[in-house]
């Protein structure tokens, strides 16, 4: 599933955390992923009707905690996890009125998040350019190290299938994949990440062994600092900035796109100019053109010139009578 393309989600996507309650430092839920098929507009109180604003305001609560942290596992970078997820939401402001009917609305926003996450233009940012330093406690840095050593599509296939939930048909969708690429993805990233953590090899089954996956991502997710989202309503602002400085940068290339061709049917010639012909020969006579013959006189001097020695000729002595 694209940011452009209407979602696909779980009913529930609830990702179990194992020994660890499901809050964060400040009492608030904290959640892997966040996200419902049915409106935005259903997770606020049914009466009065939500507007667009409570509306945006409840996914951005509901979502963007939880959010920021799938995205520090998928790059190892808090700030830029933080920036991912508030790019994405003022993405999803600007085209509200798309995403607010989507099934999921969360999906959405957390494809984007993590198509701007994985962007490699950020490797030209000297602050993006290295992930942060790995967790100190020795399993959670090895499973850390796992998911950054993966591929990008890999890991991303792996957060999504392991970490959030999504069934492999659904991964596939958000990742712009076929399914027997997904799959094949996913089978090779949980191999290599297992060669990293051995304890994962003793899990009896490919179920056991993702739900075991699952709450070790879950607990390694919510035992990093991680910085906490801008409120919504700055969110919603700077979306509504950037649209406004768009339109009007598309306005200006608009408006000089038309003086330019103004310009040029003004000064464009109005009628056909025949091209000059060749010269050609009249009465005998040669056209005109290029260096006239020389005479005799100049063909003498020439001789005389090339004659001469090549630093001139020689110093004139006086002959006296």
Excluded at 71 to 77: F, I, P, Q, V
Excluded at 201 to 215: G, H, I, N, V
């Amino acid at each position: 599933m694209s940011p452009t393309e209407p979602g696909t989600g779980t009913d529930a996507e609830h990702v179990p955390t194992a020994g660890h309650p499901e809050t964060g430092g400040t009492g608030e839920p904290v959640e892997m992923v966040a996200a419902s098929r049915t409106p935005v507009a259903s997770v606020v109180p049914a009466a009065p009707p939500a507007t667009p604003e409570e509306a945006f305001d409840a996914l951005y609560g509901h979502a963007a905690p939880g959010l920021v942290r799938q995205t520090y596992l998928l790059t190892g970078r808090r700030q830029l996890s933080r920036e991912a997820v508030e790019r994405a939401f003022q993405l999803a402001w600007q085209r509200w009125p798309e995403v607010a009917v989507d099934r999921d609305p969360a999906g959405w926003v957390r494809a984007a998040a993590y198509e701007y996450a994985l962007s490699p233009w950020h490797r030209l940012r000297r602050v993006h350019r290295h992930p942060d330093a790995p967790p100190a406690e020795p399993k959670r840095r090895a499973l850390f190290d796992a998911l950054l050593d993966l591929p990008p599509s890999y890991r991303r296939t792996l957060l999504l299938y392991d970490g959030v939930g999504l069934d492999l048909p659904e991964t596939a969708a958000e990742t712009e994949a076929s399914t027997p690429a997904t799959a094949g993805r996913l089978m090779t990233a949980r191999a290599l990440v297992t060669e990293r953590l051995p304890e994962l090899t003793d899990a009896s089954s490919p179920d056991e062994q993702s739900a075991l996956l699952r709450d070790r991502l879950a607990a390694l997710a919510l035992a990093e600092h991680v910085p906490t989202p801008a409120a919504p309503r700055a969110v919603r602002t700077v979306g509504e900035r950037k649209a406004k400085l768009w339109t009007r940068a598309a306005i200006g290339f608009v408006a000089a796109l038309i003086g330019v061709t103004a310009l040029t049917l003004h000064t464009a010639p109005t009628r056909y100019e025949q091209p000059l012909a060749p010269a050609e020969r009249v009465g005998g006579v040669p056209p005109r053109g290029g260096p006239p013959a020389l005479s005799p006189q100049d063909v003498r001097l020439q001789n005389s010139l090339r004659e001469e020695l090549a630093h001139g000729p020689e110093r004139l002595v006086p002959q006296l009578p």
